[in-house]
């Protein structure tokens, strides 16, 4: 079997490679990906030299491109890891999120009915929910709950979402979506909130906080939801959608002081910043359905899975 994973040499994307190639050694392997500022060949260096691994520098919005690879490879599944994801850049610049979140999917989805395809896979966010209110942890998202989208990225996430499920439809595609929560691990670009803090907390410079720190979300080890999308392209169900969260919810301050703590920092380095526009409150994720289906289950204690972050980004960022 053949998986085209596009958005490979980023942070989940790699991840994913990695863990797979590892997990199932007859699977070929076949990387996509336009090498954006938050890519990193150098994720991929352990399965470069692999026969069964193929990398391909490309944009997915290139319809030309795609086809060929399409039409060389004959990939059994694509899981659609490439995208634009950070909330701030889709604030400023919303243009370019709708043309890789949803033309490029939509020229992936066209390429898969050039060959046939076995499923098509597209990588998801809890944030095409909305959010929750604080204070309310019995309220969470179900795979039912309607779309409300609040930012350029959530709202192009879930176009791209009912896209995918429009092409099931309309040109019997086999679709799959997974929707996950806040995912932290190694090779996350330092805009995220995680690598941010600890990058900034090892320089002794103020780390940023929105708003008054209390926005909540979920937090997943990128391995287990890495695992989660394994189970979903063995066993998941054309059509449906899958949540996956790590039943960690914690505020923006809390989780920065925690990684302070680790690296023995001052509370006094968290500087509060202007509210980000429509910032959503709070995530949380009801998997039940993954759960009792597919028969998955956090594996990484969120403390001990932080430690080890942070000592990753603590190795990564030594140095001058």
Not at 279 to 303: A, C, N, P, S
Request: hydrophobic residues 35%; aromatic residues 10%.
């Amino acid at each position: 079997m053949t998986i085209l994973v596009t958005g490979g040499a980023g942070f989940i994307g790699a991840n994913f490679i990695l863990y797979m190639m590892k997990a199932h050694r007859d699977l070929q392997i076949l990387c996509l990906d336009k090498l954006t500022y938050a890519a990193d060949l150098s994720y991929l260096a352990p399965v470069a030299g692999s026969p069964r691994f193929r990398f391909v520098k490309g944009d997915i919005c290139d319809r030309d491109a795609v086809y060929q690879l399409f039409e060389e490879e004959h990939p059994d599944v694509v899981v659609n890891f490439a995208a634009e994801s950070h909330v701030d850049r889709s604030i400023e610049d919303p243009s370019l999120f709708l043309k890789t979140n949803i033309l490029g999917t939509g020229v992936l989805l066209d390429g898969c009915r050039t060959c046939g395809i076995h499923r098509f896979h597209q990588v998801s966010t809890d944030e095409v929910y909305g959010d929750l209110p604080l204070g309310r942890p019995d309220l969470l998202f179900t795979e039912e709950s309607p779309l409300d989208p609040h930012s350029p990225y959530s709202s192009s996430k879930a176009s791209a979402d009912l896209l995918a499920l429009a092409y099931r439809r309309t040109y019997g595609i086999p679709v799959t979506i997974s929707r996950c929560s806040n995912n932290y691990g190694p090779f996350q670009y330092p805009e995220k909130l995680i690598p941010l803090t600890i990058k900034r907390a090892l320089q002794d410079r103020p780390i940023p906080l929105y708003g008054d720190g209390k926005n909540v979300r979920d937090w997943l080890y990128v391995e287990d939801h890495c695992r989660a999308i394994d189970l979903i392209l063995r066993k998941g169900k054309d059509g449906e959608i899958y949540n996956i969260g790590g039943h960690r919810e914690i505020s923006n301050r809390d989780l920065i002081r925690r990684i302070l703590h680790i690296l023995g920092k001052p509370d006094t380095l968290i500087t509060p910043v202007p509210d980000r526009p429509g910032h959503d409150r709070r995530y949380g994720m009801d998997t039940q359905k993954i759960r009792t289906h597919l028969g998955w289950q956090v594996e990484t204690d969120f403390e001990e899975g932080l430690k080890q972050t942070v000592a990753w980004y603590v190795e990564r960022y030594k140095g001058p």
